[in-house]
Structure formats: structure tokens, C-alpha cells
């Protein structure tokens, strides 16, 4: 659906020096899917999410959208484009002088829909599709945030897109706000088939509803792949250091170098994580039932990423080399991995 | 203060003068003075039309209409009035100087105010795939009303304090009367009375346009 092949973009800063906001930047998204990009603030994500409808112009490579380059559209070929491309934002960038309907009207009124009867009734439709079907009369200052960004997804959705762009989407709203905007966005997903591509600095986010996620940094993607396999293996150092910050997943980034129980350590550290089904069944109390090693829980997380459970413990094993040697034989015949830290 | 000495017939006259000056002379402000602010503010650099040249030529056109006193600029618009509209005197020769005097500046508020609109909102249009025309028309101006209003109020007073100066040059109104008798007569009464009503009228402009930028804010 979406190919970024070679894309570089650099800027003339205020002092003439060229600056390169991106670098070799090479994504496939397919369609249907729900990418998320995530990276520290500065680390080019937003210049990458506004090269996918020109509203940045890449300085070398090519986007392609359904195959078709759309770094070489003319002028009405990019207003077809965007037609076809929804965005929200941040800040939700609402009309404050027009109610939540027309608010929602207008990108179908401005792209040459002239009946006003269908119009109404597409507008209706998206209202309750967004949950606001008694708010059309209202001006978008007496809504809040987690409203207006509704507002925002009934007109990114008004031309029936096939793609949608979040460009941190969710970053002006609080936790619990955040979670019922990216349930309404998995659900339009699900529900239309609509392709997500987000831009985000919050784990929480890509966790929530993201399938792949590529993570940026300096420019450059420095790791991409299935949300799981990327927060649960972290390669790279900026990975790393995102999975640490957050509360979840500390076991990912342990650092046994650096933990506060190091001298108390005795036994093998050993990080288990396993993905999928194996989650909910008692595996690792029958391993231990027969093995003679003794166990101590660190620390640990099971929970779910988007719909797959996994689990991610922190163990000391303590026992003879052999024991522990057949305790990790048995993990892997239940596709445990284990990966021993110390 | 002996008010029996004021013919109030012509006081009225004069007021009634000031208003349509001030009214005349506003509509032709704002019909030359708002395309030339939206053009000043979409060739601007990083703007939806930008044309670098544009804005320096209009700019610069602008700049130098508003560097010229407005006393001077009466003085120098006479042989252009004269053949515009036939005579450089009365209520009709004052309505050319006051527009060249105030639509360059009315153009530059309404640029200001054009900046003030959220450029995230022009830029979700633009993501909309909606025809920069339309996004000036359908959402930029809409945008910026009330901005718009107050600055209408502000140039509308301005006009009104230009009327009264050009009373020096034979034109009509309060300003005239003002000059004839309350300067050159030295009937302090009309000076007085005159000032007074320029101030009611003042107060009337401001608190209208104020109610009308409350009125359209929906911020």
C-alpha cells in the first residue's frame, strides 16, 4: 500500500547550513495495517508522517502510495491524493468558526459534493460513527479535547480515505482520554479496513493498537518490526532506553550491571519471554514441578500487546549447572525463550 | 460658554457630513484595502501563495503610501481628485485622499490579522485536498472575522480623525466647522461642541465593533 524507497529530506536552516531531518528512510506498509513510528521528540517522525500526503516535499527518494510515486503528482493529482489520505493532529486543527457538523462538512462541501441532502446525511452517519450524534450544534471551543479529536477523525474520514495519518494524535490528551481515541481508531480499522500509519513518543500508544512499528531516531529508523518482537528484544540502544522509561516492560531493558539487587544475587539471572497462547497456561509451573532448581520471580510483566499475550519474567535460578541446563531445555520445547543475563 | 451662539442646524449638517465620509470612504477602503491585505498575506513567505516578488512590490507600494503625512497626502491628492471626480472640495473631494490614506493601512491590519489564524487549521485544509481558494474563502476568512471586524472598527476611527483634518482643505464636515468657526472665528463654543460630538461618535464605533467581535468569537 505505502513504500518509502530512499527518502531524504534536509533543510536550510536560518544560518545557511544544510540540515538533514531524514535520512535514508526505507518503510513498507501494507494495507489494512496499523503502523506506528515512534521517536523522541526532533527525531524527524513528524517531518516522515507529512512526506505521505507532501504536505513536506522529500528532498530525494520516492513515496509511493498504491504504487503510483506521489512525489511526481501535478497539482490536481495531489488533490486527489490527499483526498484519499485523512489526517488528524495533535492539536486537532478544527475550524473554530464553523459548529462540529460543518466542521465535518466542510471537506466534502470544499471538494465539490453539491448535495447538500447527502452531505447532511454523510455527516450525521459520522457523527454516531464517532460517538458525538448530539453534538453537531456545537462550536468546537465547547468541546473537549478528547471530543474535538473526534471532530477531527469524522472529517479526516468525511472523503472515505483508504489511508489515515495521526500525527500524535493523542499526545494533548490525558491517559484514560488517550485510550478511548485509539479504541475508536482501532475500531475504524477494523470496521472500514482503513490503514493507520501514527506518529508517536508514547510507547503506550504503539502498544495499544500498533501491528509493526519502526522506531526513528536522528533521521535514521534504527529498528522496525512486529511491536512485540521490538519492545521484547530491543536491539538498539534508543530501544532500549524508550522500553526502560516505561513503567511497563522494564524487564526488556534490565540491566543486571545496574540493578539495586545486584549483591544480593547468588543463582543464574535468567529473562524468559514468551508470546502467543503459552501465556495462559501453567508451563512454568510444571517445568519447576520437576526440576530441581529453585526459583525467585525479580521481576515481571504478563499483559498483551494490541491483541497477542505475552509474558516476560525475571528469574535467579539457583541449582547445579545441569539442572538449570534442563530447565532451559524444557523452555525451549514450550518455545520459552530465555536468554541468561548473568 | 454661551451655547446661544451655535447654529445647531449646521452642526447637524457637519455631523451628518462626518458620517457619510467616514461611511463612504470606509466601504472604498475595505473594497481596495481587503484584497490587498489577502494578497499581501498569501504571497508572504511560507504562505499558501507564495510569491516573493509579489510581496515586495506590494509591500513596498504599501510602505510607501502610509510613509506620506496625511495633511501632505491631501494636499498632493488634489489635481488626482479633481480628476476623478471633479472638484477637490466639499464631502465628494474628500473621499479620494481618505481612501489612499487609510487602504494601505487597513491592507496591513488585515494581513496581521490573517497571520493570527492557527496555521494548523490551513494546513489540515490543505490535507483535506481542498483548492487554496476555496481554503482562503471557506476557511481563512471565516477564521479570522472577528479579528477582521476589529480591525474594520480601528480603520473606520482612523477615518473619522482623517474626515475631521480635512476640513483644512475646503472638505466638509465636522472638521470644517471646526476650523471655520471654532479656529478662525474664534468661537470657542462650536471648537468645543464639535470635539464633543467627535468623541461620542468615537465611543459609538469602538463599542459597536467591540459587540460585534464578541459576538462572532467563538474561541
Known amino acids: 500500500m505505502i513504500r518509502i524507497e530512499n527518502l531524504r529530506k534536509t533543510y536550510r536552516a536560518a544560518d545557511g547550513r544544510e540540515v538533514e531531518a531524514l535520512t535514508d528512510i526505507e518503510l513498507e506498509i501494507g494495507a489494512g495495517e496499523v503502523f506506528g513510528i515512534i521517536g523522541r521528540s526532533g527525531a524527524g517522525k513528524s517531518t516522515l508522517i507529512r512526506t505521505l500526503n507532501l504536505l513536506e516535499r522529500p528532498s530525494a527518494g520516492r513515496v509511493l502510495i498504491d504504487g503510483e510515486d506521489i512525489t511526481h503528482l501535478d497539482s490536481e493529482g495531489l488533490y486527489a491524493l490527499r483526498r484519499r489520505v485523512g489526517m488528524i493532529f495533535q492539536h486537532f486543527n478544527l475550524l473554530n468558526a464553523k459548529t462540529v457538523a460543518d466542521n465535518i462538512d466542510w471537506p466534502l462541501k470544499a471538494t465539490g459534493h453539491t448535495n447538500a441532502a447527502e452531505r447532511a446525511a454523510r455527516v450525521k452517519e459520522l457523527l454516531a460513527l464517532v460517538g458525538l450524534a448530539e453534538q453537531g450544534h456545537k462550536y468546537p471551543s465547547q468541546l473537549s479535547g478528547g471530543q474535538k479529536q473526534r471532530v477531527g477523525i469524522a472529517r479526516a474520514l468525511a472523503n472515505r480515505p483508504q489511508i489515515l495519518l495521526c500525527d500524535e494524535a493523542t499526545s494533548a490528551l490525558d491517559p484514560e482520554t488517550t485510550q478511548s481515541i485509539l479504541r475508536l481508531l482501532l475500531d475504524i480499522n477494523r470496521q472500514l479496513g482503513l490503514t493507520i500509519v501514527l506518529i508517536t513518543h508514547e510507547m503506550q500508544v504503539i502498544r495499544t493498537i500498533c501491528d509493526r512499528v519502526a522506531v526513528i531516531d536522528g533521521g535514521r529508523i534504527v529498528e522496525s518490526g512486529k511491536v512485540a518482537d521490538v519492545f521484547l528484544h530491543p536491539q538498539h540502544a534508543v530501544t532500549r532506553s524508550m522500553v526502560a522509561q516505561s513503567d511497563a516492560l522494564a524487564a526488556a531493558s534490565f540491566d543486571p550491571a545496574h540493578a539495586y539487587m545486584k549483591d544480593k544475587l547468588r543463582g543464574t539471572l535468567v529473562r524468559l519471554t514468551y508470546i502467543g497462547d503459552v501465556t495462559y497456561q501453567p508451563i512454568l509451573s510444571r517445568i519447576m514441578a520437576g526440576a530441581k532448581v529453585q526459583v525467585t520471580i525479580l521481576q515481571g510483566e504478563v499483559s498483551s500487546i494490541k491483541d497477542v499475550p505475552f509474558g516476560q519474567l525475571l528469574l535467579e535460578l539457583e541449582g547445579s549447572e545441569d539442572d538449570i541446563r534442563e530447565v532451559f531445555a524444557a523452555l525451549d520445547r514450550h518455545q520459552i525463550h530465555h536468554e541468561v543475563l548473568q | ?219
Not at chain 2, 498575506?41 to 499558501?48: C, D, E, I, N, S
Not at chain 2, 476555496?134 to 474626515?163: H, K, Q, W
Open chain 2, 1 to 219: 460658554m454661551d451655547l446661544s451662539v451655535i447654529d445647531w442646524s449646521d452642526i447637524w449638517l457637519a455631523t451628518w457630513e462626518t458620517l457619510v465620509m467616514t461611511g463612504v470612504s470606509l466601504f472604498f477602503t475595505i473594497l481596495l484595502g481587503l484584497p490587498l491585505g489577502i494578497l499581501l498575506f498569501v504571497t508572504a513567505k511560507r504562505q499558501l501563495l507564495e510569491q516573493g516578488f509579489v510581496y515586495t512590490v506590494l509591500s513596498f507600494v504599501v510602505n510607501v503610501l502610509r510613509s506620506v503625512p496625511f495633511l501632505i497626502l491631501l494636499i498632493v491628492m488634489i489635481p488626482v481628485t479633481v480628476i476623478l471626480i471633479g472638484t477637490s472640495l466639499g464631502v465628494e473631494g474628500a473621499i479620494p485622499p481618505l481612501v489612499v490614506g487609510t487602504a494601505p493601512f487597513f491592507a496591513r491590519l488585515v494581513e496581521n490579522v490573517l497571520r493570527e489564524v492557527d496555521r494548523g487549521v490551513i494546513e489540515a485544509c490543505q490535507a483535506m485536498g481542498i483548492r487554496t481558494w476555496r481554503i482562503i474563502f471557506g476557511a481563512l476568512l471565516p477564521e479570522a472575522l472577528p479579528g477582521m471586524i476589529a480591525a474594520i472598527t480601528v480603520t473606520a476611527i482612523t477615518l473619522m480623525s482623517y474626515a475631521a483634518m480635512s476640513g483644512v482643505i475646503g472638505g466638509g464636515g465636522l472638521g470644517d466647522l471646526a476650523i471655520r468657526f471654532g479656529y478662525q472665528r474664534f468661537q470657542t463654543e462650536v471648537m468645543v461642541i464639535t470635539v464633543a460630538l467627535l468623541v461620542v461618535l468615537v465611543q459609538i464605533i469602538q463599542y459597536s465593533g467591540d459587540r460585534l467581535v464578541l459576538y462572532f468569537t467563538r474561541k
